[in-house]
């Protein structure tokens, strides 16, 4: 049945409304309805319920409605109430209040605790302990005073329990108390016991305070501070002496309190103390400590060494030692110099000791020097000696000459260079006799490196000269007698040097040569390294220039810092390195590449000087760096072009190179910034006289390749590559110029190893001067050599393909889908009436492991030599042999050692207009196995050919051009 509960409440809307209706709907719903608000302005209600009557806990808005469902409610009493609100969120206070039970309802509890065995215990002066029993769960708390009235009671411990204790403090001794016990049930039933009475004790106090924590700190030469606890507050003092007797106190501090502290001054320094405390509380109770002790600090020392005995001794032309005693242990150190200023001082030695003594070095010669000593004691006292003076002893040794190299031999002068153990002048006599006759200006700098330039010479004439160097005592050395002919050494070739960090990812960056004497008798071979300035480079440990004789047949494999010293690497400044040599018929190329052999690639000495030449190759996603070397004692002013594919030009520049100077930019970011990388452009450059010009091309951080120009003059109208292959590892481009100012058509054909055309010919228009660039890697392919390739794939193994380029042996599987774009063979390019020039460029397919370059060859040779093998298990060399004549050739190819000693050869027939491509182990099978990495091959045809060899990792991580020489 409905329960129907009807009020009238104001609320602080000024509203009067009545909940008039709680209908328990179902077990868990309870249902509400009221009577709207009479207040004006009220936008909704909200509904309080709980299990406390005007203590709720939940709520609920339930918008302008006057009825609501509770639901969920779990079992139990439940009271309700609503209020109302306005915009606003005014409320009004709560309407009256409605309650209903919920499920089974406990029967309200209404009977309190039953109180019994209350007692007192623990009486003491000051406090007692209260404890009573309750027949059920309850609160605890204590009622208690001097009277019945109580006024005093305990915190309300509402942990329920039925055993209670509460403990009084803070009573007064000898009184009587009165106390009453109260518990109160979970439901809220209070009980309270009757009245009870206990008496404190009447309590004296005789306990002396207890001391602690008694120290003695902030000691000094004559005072400390004393400080210690007591447990109860109480007086303080210090007794102290230099017995246990004692005989010294403090003043008495009468301030009762738990914390002491007494100063005590006054005291001997270095002395051992005795000392006790003492403290009284207010009853008149006295405690004192046990013995105690401290030592006072020494007293400061303000005194100084005394230094003795004050001696040089071991005097040399440029040194000398000076000892000294000190009374107690301390420092060392000596100032010295050629006046009573000084200026010198030798390092401090703080090895604490009574014994000195420190070597001067550096000194000059026949010199009289002033010193004095100085020693600190540990307490920091400085001793300083008065003046002393010794004289070293004088210089009667002139230097020692050594490495006497003549140089940079014209036919009118000379370059004569040598080295002193000691610093000296410099200077030259000459003449076309033992007399001499003539001397260069003295110069006279002090230096250990010298070098003077002899002018104004004969050519053919014998000079005779003698190098001459004084000292600073002038003590003259002067050479044995030296000679040379004036005139141009037989052969004179360059290479670059350059910065450590020069290539993209390396640290470290090196140039190696290697050389080799084709001529019937020995050759003198002389290294100059130059800095880009044209000034030769010298330093602590470099030996520059360097002579070496290389004999007949001999290989001079070396690396710059072997050639000069290790730390030429500081001095390379983008320099060069001229090698001179008194034999036309020494052959060689050199090597660019870092400290972890992984960038590398060579490049053949330019045969001469050249005014007009061209760079055929560009590295469109990489760096381009031209290198000028000017080996002339006049300027040369350079115009470089950068030129289109259709031979105009797109931009120029003009720099001047100076005497023995070099010149090493970036193409695109020093000599023509702002222009973008196209692999279509080449570089043309014209000079006022003949400069020797490199290349080095780097795609992104991965390898090298380094190539010299190529003369404008020279070219062919026919120019082959061995080496032509594109395959899942490797792709090949090319690059044709036009060396005439008239436009004609060009020829490509791709030649098997069998001399069978690959493809068809593709003929294309070269415009005047212009540049094509293939770099498709089916350039050469037709549907029908597409087919023909996947079927010779099947017929001949993959095993084949993959190792078709220099003894790439690994085995690979191809699908037909993939050796589509396999391409192999050699590359004939004709022009039709005009002269062509260009480079092969191999490279990873992906253009991101390996690179290197070769130039077309426009020449073909019957005896070269390949100035550089290796072959082992890191590294391998390949030759490959075109034979584009008309008749079977015969070539033979000798290995040699680095001395020129024959260690094995073979002879090739090769078909005309055929291909052989090997790798050494091959060719000459007896290498398999053995670890070869120096040495070099040359070659003999009976028939003109065109031949390449290479040289890389068998990881395909670097692969390097060995150009050929001819002989």
Known sequence: MPQYIRFHRSIILGMCFLLCTCLEVFAGDVSLAWNPSVSEGVVGYKVYYGNSSRSYGSSQTVGNQTSYTVAGLSDGTYYFSVTAFDAAGNESGFSNEVSTAVGAITPTDTTPPIISSVASSGITASGATISWTTNEASTSRVEYGTTTGYGSMTNLNTSMQTSHAQALSGLTAGTLYHYRVTSTDEAGNLAVSGDYTFTTSEVFDTTPPVISAVAASGITENGATISWTTNEA????VEYGTTAGYGSTTN?????????????SGLT????????VLSMDEEGNLAESGDYTFTTSHPVDTTPPEISSVTASGITLNGATISWTTNEASTSQVEYGTTTEYGGTTSLNTSMQTSHAQTLSGLSMDRLYHYRVRSRDAAGNLAVSADFTFRTQPDTTPPTIGSVIVSGITGTEATITWTTNEASD????YGTTTEYGSTTILDAAMQTSHAQVLSGLTMGELYHFRVMSSDEEENLAVSEDYSFTAMPPASTMTAPLFTTGQISGSSELYVGTAITNMDAGAATIIFTAFDREGNRIVGEEITNPVEYQLNPGAQLPLIDVQIFGDNLSQFHSNGWVRME??????????????????????????A???????????????????????????????TIDLVRANGTTRDSVTETIGSYESMAANIYDDLFDGRTPDATDYVRVSATHGVEPFLMLQQGTGDISFIPAQNTSEGAPIVYSPQYLFNRTYRTSLSVVNLDSSAGSVRFQLFGEDGVQIGETEEMLLEPNGKLYVDDPEFFLTPAVIEEQVASVV???????????????????????????????????????????????????????????????????????????ASDDQYFTGIALVNPGSSTATVTLNLYTVEGNPVTGTTLSIPARQRECRPLTEIFPSLQGVDLTNGYIRLSSDVPVAAYSMFGTHDLSMLSAIPGTAE
């Open 252 to 264: 008495l501090n009468t301030a009762m309190q738990t914390s002491h502290v007494q100063a005590l």
């Open 234 to 237: 109480s007086t303080g003092r």
């Open 795 to 869: 017929r001949e193994g993959a095993n084949r393909i993959a190792g078709i380029l220099f003894g790439d042996s690994e085995e690979r599987e191809y699908s037909s889908e993939t050796s589509t774009s396999l391409t192999d063979g050699y590359v004939k390019v004709t022009g039709d009436g005009i002269r062509i020039a260009g480079n092969v460029t191999f490279r990873d397919r992906n253009r991101e492991t390996f690179v290197s370059t070769l130039p077309l060859i426009s020449e073909l040779q019957q005896s070269l030599v390949f100035s550089h093998v």
């Open 581 to 606: 040599s008194t034999s036309d018929q020494v052959r060689g190329f050199f090597l660019t590449f870092d400290g972890r052999t992984r960038r590398m690639d060579g490049a053949g000495f330019v």
């Open 269 to 276: 320094g270095g002395t051992l103390y005795h000392f006790r």
């Open 426 to 429: 410099t200077q030259v006599e």
């Open 608 to 638: 001469e000087p050249l005014s007009d030449f061209i760079f055929t190759d560009i590295e469109a996603d990489g760096a381009n760096k031209i290198v000028l070397i000017n080996n002339n004692p006049e300027n040369a002013s350079v």
